[in-house]
Structures are given as structure tokens and as C-alpha cells.
Nanobody
């Protein structure tokens, strides 16, 4: 089992910044990928940014140049720096890790953190 604890959401004006954190604990040795998703009410959960199992980063087109994903492997923590925030970035952000045990991949999710951007 992997437990994820998120922090860092909040209310910010358009153009402002926030930094989200996600700390993993438990069976972290199985983690192969770490990333962030977001989900607005009534919409599908969408990928925001991720470190792939190969160590590469991927960003959704809507956040490229504004958001930056980073991680501290020693602390098993992944961060998401959100800059130049727009009202349309308002939603709940979820941390995700993919855990591989032999041939099985398991998804773990954080509890979600609300980001609200006022215009």
C-alpha cells in the first residue's frame, strides 16, 4: 500500500502562483511514475503533469510553460508549481502514483486539493 498526502491548494488571484505537494509513504519502493491530475465537476479527470516510469516529464498542452512538476526522491515527494494561474485552472487537483508489483500496475490517489483562481 502507498499513502499519499497532498497540500498546498488554496485561493489565488489570476496571474498568481501556488505550489502543490504530495508526500508518499508506505511501500514507496514500488513507485514507477508520479504525477498530477485535475478534475472539474462533471468532467473526466485529466492529466496535468507527470514523471513517467522512464524519468521523462509530460505536460498537458493547457499548462505547458506555466506549470512545473518536480520531485524529491529522498522524501518521496512530488511537487507541482502553478504559475500564471487562470480562472479556468480552478478545480480539484489529485496526486497520482503508479506502483508496479511484478506484472501488475496499481494506481494510488491523493485526497485531492482545491485550487481556486479568481478573476
Amino acid at each position: 500500500q502507498v499513502q499519499l498526502v497532498e497540500s498546498g491548494g488554496g485561493l489565488v488571484q489570476a496571474g498568481g502562483s501556488l505550489r502543490l505537494s504530495c508526500a508518499a509513504s508506505g511501500d514507496t519502493i514500488c513507485i514507477t511514475a508520479m504525477g498530477w491530475y485535475r478534475q472539474a465537476p462533471g468532467k473526466k479527470r485529466e492529466l496535468v503533469a507527470v514523471f513517467t516510469s522512464g524519468g521523462n516529464t509530460y505536460y498537458a498542452d493547457s499548462v505547458k510553460g506555466r506549470f512545473t512538476i518536480s520531485r524529491d526522491n529522498a522524501e518521496n515527494t512530488v511537487y507541482l508549481q502553478l504559475n500564471s494561474l487562470k480562472p479556468e485552472d480552478t478545480t480539484v487537483y489529485y496526486c497520482n502514483v503508479v506502483c508496479q508489483r511484478e506484472l501488475t500496475l496499481l494506481d494510488y490517489w491523493g485526497q485531492g486539493t482545491q485550487v481556486t483562481v479568481s478573476s
